[in-house]
């Protein structure tokens, strides 16, 4: 196969990959817009490249702009691995940079004709990026989700850094004549080459499992997280609960579990409507927040009612800490537009015995729940049976 016919290969490849970016642009997940660029330019240059064996076309066509569009291209990659993860890349240096680039090119064909000279440029260029691309997403890969989607991207950038700077060696070392053409059918083009269809792609490949995790994980977040009070949903809560009774069938140790119900809240969003009552809703959720233990499982069972369960803890500390929080409410009242609104909150609480299921917990530490509102509200009532 020629050097031209992978080129035109790796450009329908390309092709591919933008359709296929193209279609996350929706997500609003940052990043994939500027993947979508990077794919075009890219695209851009293999069109052009191949065109360096038509005298009739310019070389300022087929190599300084072809050039500076496969670097623009790997910028624009590594901007939008910056952008996935928050961050900015530094525009004036990374463009300016490639004006460097294109600006080598020329000098290198124009007045001093070196081919080993322009394959250097460009090929540190593109080593430094892809290096760059691998460390930005080391440094920045969220630790709790899949590592196999960072991991792919990381490696495939490693791998074009090496294999950019192992071209770079080649022909300034002379063991690529000077005087051949990039598009000449020789080993050592043909080898580059090959490699070279596989990075563009596999950059966007990965940039797109990342994509999709990054999806997958805000509709995770959705169906765990209640949006409003940031506490655990009730299919959440109870899954997650379920395993901790396990751990604790087996390791013998205590557990507690709380009831908790805002008082009079239809009276809150009576008075003060359905915003106020939200605004309560998180306020008493960012103080349950700061009072617990970060092994604390605080879930929104619905409505107004929540459901903490405390694992290697006994009853008297569990007690504790549910009262500290009932002080918490009574002195720091919520605010909404501009007024306060005090409340207060009942709780029920019991602890775990050998023997007890997850349902029977909830069951017990609702009992007390409803005692506490019999004895007037604004308390914590315990249960052991």
């Known amino acids: 196969m020629t050097p031209q016919s992978l080129l035109w290969i790796t450009a329908l490849a390309s092709v591919m990959m933008t359709l296929v970016a193209m279609s996350l642009m929706r997500s609003g997940i940052p990043g994939t817009r500027l993947l ?27 190599i300084v702009l072809a ?12 901007s939008a691995a910056c952008r996935f993860f928050g961050y900015t890349a530094a525009r004036p240096i990374w463009y300016g940079a490639i004006g460097m680039v294109s600006g080598g090119i020329a000098a290198f064909y124009y007045l001093w004709p070196s081919l080993a000279a322009r394959v250097a440029i460009a090929s540190l260029f593109a080593a430094a990026v892809c290096a760059a ?54 080993a050592w083009n043909a080898l ?12 966007t490949i990965g940039m797109i499992m990342m994509v999709h995790d990054r999806m997958l994980a805000d509709r995770e977040r959705e169906a765990n997280v209640d949006d409003l009070t940031h506490t655990a949903t009730r299919k959440a809560w109870w899954s997650a609960a379920q395993r901790c009774l396990r751990a604790t069938e087996r ?29 309560v809703l998180k306020h008493f959720a ?32 569990a007690a504790s800490l549910a ?7 009574r002195i720091t009242p919520c605010t909404y537009d501009g007024k306060l609104l005090p409340y207060t909150f009942s709780a029920g609480l019991t602890s775990w015995k050998r023997g007890d299921t997850l349902q029977t917990l909830v069951q017990r530490a609702d009992l007390a729940l409803y005692a506490s509102k019999a004895e007037g509200r604004d308390r914590v009532t315990l249960r052991t049976a």
Request: aromatic letters at 8%; charged letters at 10%.
């Open 67 to 78: 050039n500076a569009l496969m670097a623009g291209g790997m910028v624009l990659v590594y």
């Open 192 to 203: 580059f080459l090959t490699v070279g269809v596989l990075i563009m792609p596999s950059l």
């Open 133 to 186: 691309i691998a460390h930005h997403i080391v440094c920045h890969r969220p630790r709790d989700r899949p590592t196999y989607p960072y991991a792919f991207t990381i490696g495939v950038a490693t791998f074009a850094s090496v294999g950019y700077l192992l071209r770079t060696f080649v022909y300034l070392a002379g063991i690529e004549s000077p005087q051949a053409s990039l598009m000449s059918a020789t």
């Open 36 to 62: 979508v660029w990077a794919n075009l330019a890219v695209i851009g240059a293999l069109v052009l490249s191949p065109l360096q064996q038509l005298p009739a076309i310019p070389a300022v066509i087929t």
């Open 323 to 329: 009262q500290r929080w009932v002080e918490a409410v």
């Open 286 to 317: 960012a103080l349950g927040h700061a009072v617990l233990r970060p092994d604390d499982l605080l879930g929104r069972f619905g409505g107004e009612e929540f459901v903490v369960l405390f694992t290697g803890t006994a009853q008297a500390d």
């Open 251 to 279: 390791n013998g140790q205590p557990m507690a579990l709380l009831m908790l119900d805002i008082d009079l809240f239809k009276q809150i969003n009576d008075t003060h409507g359905h915003g106020g009552g939200d605004a």
